[in-house]
């Protein structure tokens, strides 16, 4: 048997109704206009001034790496990867490899267990998060990006703020001291 076609009652258009609507939307967009609590940041002429706990960028001291690749294997994103490089063994004199850690940032999702895992902290965060790139290569660093901390394009010519919350207007903008850590 067919199935049975079944008309829908569509309800009657109401030029009053529709224009009421818009009308509404309009109101709530000028509101959202003219209120002067909006929490926009004028980027790059202000930024959010981070806590130096902030789990930003991760840097190397290569000095300090003893290639256990503990980094590496913990890494979910895979984004930690170990290379071998040849270098001259202190006490002998020989050459000999030694693995070190180089990282895509394409994948990194800044979880930091690489730094917690490191056993001799050679990986540590950096209160950076807004470095621009022009392609996705120039995200995955190599050893000798990857033991250079980036610096913030709007650090050198922003003023640094952050937002706290205020009972009777939400989140409010306050400048922050460069000094001070706040």
């Not at 789990?55 to 895979?78: D, N, T, V, W, Y």
């Not at 990867?81 to 490899?97: E, H, V």
């Not at 990006?145 to 009777?168: I, M």
Request: glycine fraction near 6%; aromatic fraction near 10%; hydrophobic fraction near 35%.
């Amino acid at each position: 048997m067919p199935p049975r076609f079944a008309e829908k009652k569509v309800p009657p258009y109401s030029f009053a109704k529709a224009v009421g609507s818009n009308l509404s939307l309009l109101a709530l967009g000028l509101k959202y206009f003219v209120n002067p609590n909006r929490i926009t940041l004028d980027y790059p002429k202000e930024y959010i001034k981070l806590r130096d706990t902030y789990r930003g960028f991760i840097i190397l001291k290569k000095a300090k790496c003893i290639g256990c690749e503990s980094c590496a294997r913990i890494c979910p994103a895979a984004a930690m990867k170990m290379i071998k490089l040849q270098i001259k063994d202190p006490k002998t004199g020989k050459p000999k490899l030694k693995k070190y850690p180089v990282i895509n940032y394409q994948r990194c999702i800044f979880c930091g267990y690489c730094v917690d895992v490191c056993p001799v902290e050679a990986l540590y965060h950096i209160p950076v998060h807004d470095v621009v790139y022009m392609n996705l290569e120039e995200m995955k660093w190599n050893l000798e990006q990857f033991q250079v901390e980036p610096k913030s394009p709007a650090v050198g010519e922003g003023a640094p703020v952050r937002y706290v919350f205020d009972p009777e207007r939400g989140l409010v903008k306050v400048r922050v001291e460069e000094g001070g850590g706040k």
